[in-house]
DNA sequence: TGGTGTGAACAACTTCACAGCG
DNA sequence: CGCTGTGAAGTTGTTCACACCA
């Protein structure tokens, strides 16, 4: 059944993840069928955009009737490459590190960390979370191909995040979820996603001053025109 | 100075702050002038990309020479919006809501913590972080409006988010920072970014098995056809 | 000369509108 | 009759290429 494949927009597959977890939820509570205008409004899209995004991996669901819940979760999962546990390593004692660490849906939706390294002797050889002793970075090629780790979530402290990513990468990470400032640089195979949320209050706080005009004084600033909120807008954009 | 102010795109907001956080590392170490072709390569983007971002608001740079950096800083930050400091509140004692409250880097860019808030008995009443007594949602409306905060970070339990949402917007608040998967639903002069940092690791997941074809067995998925990877990708599309 | 600013060309993404089918 | 699936139309966003100016 070969697909003319045509080209997936990245949007698409970031509200692939987001249906899943909607589908999850219906799921649990039993529903068994659902349409594409009612996964649309709780996941605030068009419905048409749904039915566009299915397309682009097949036909899903029934004229006239809907999808099959079970069965449309089955398929997101393939889709999405979830089907296969994915092993993790941590990097960085930081706060939001160890909060990450405790985070028990990562866990429960097949990510799973195998390893936390720090490159702060004083943290190396603790133990945190679930029961995990701090690695040394030293270690991070043997550990990363011994253990089969495939994904980074980078939690370093602000300007060592450069550094950290180019160790595991040379170690043969190809996937980062990084949550510090910095852009990082990065061979084309490598996969990298920011999670720095201060980034997101900036544009919140830009929302926020456009939204109230002139505040208090002169504020010669131009109220810019700035189109409507779309969903990928949300997201990060 | 009236612009006609065309349409200026999610995505260039986005951005702005990452050139924004550039240029702070750069007024740090005394690099006095720039050009959009170094701040373009350090953060991922195409310089024209850079140059059309900045032309939305006016005229920043000298023609052969750059862009000075302090005086590109201080138009940046009148853009955002962050010259005045933004009273927040922390909604959920969860691991990251608990983490959040510790990033010191929040206070240095003007976000500030003005009250935490938690429905469970247990927490209310209690001392976390810096020193933030734990308070009762009960008391949100009265709290929001005498300490004038704007800005919400929902850290709430999974499946509490979009309750939480309805009571502190009843209590006036327009901004949500939202790290539940939870897709609220919210008034159109509410404004909400999503921060649930699991959807990005489902994207990496995506990507990733999209690289290895097969793996080891039968995968019928076609490899399907992703256009190159643009910066807006990475944070979140 | 060298780097900005920008209209115009291009590419990506979303929405519409309706055909098709259970 | 209702809801999916999808080409075509429309919209938004990015890149090019070059005019322009210190």
Redesign the interface.
Known sequence: ???K???????T??R???Y???LQGLMINGTAVVSSVDIAQ???VNPAQLRKDLS??GKFGVRGVGYDVPQLLRRLK?????E?E?KMALVGL???G???L??E??GQ?G?NFEAVFDCSPANVGTIVGDGYTVLSCDVAKKVIAERGI??VVLTVD?GHAQEAADLFIDAGV????C?S???L?VPS?V?????D???????????????QPI?EADR????????Y??V??????
């Open positions: 059944m070969q697909f494949s045509p080209k997936v927009p990245q949007a597959i970031l692939l993840s987001i899943y977890r909607y709780q996941t605030n682009y991996f393939s889709i999405l490459g979830l296969r994915r930081t706060h939001i160890r909060a990450i405790q985070h849906q990562l939706k990510y495939e994904v602000q190809r996937a980062f979820l949550f400032s910095t852009c640089s195979d996969f990298v996603r920011y999670a949320f201060t980034i997101l209050l900036d544009t919140l706080t830009f929302s926020l001053s456009q939204a505040a010669s600033s131009t109220p810019f025109n700035i189109p909120q779309r990928s807008a949300a997201w990060g954009v």
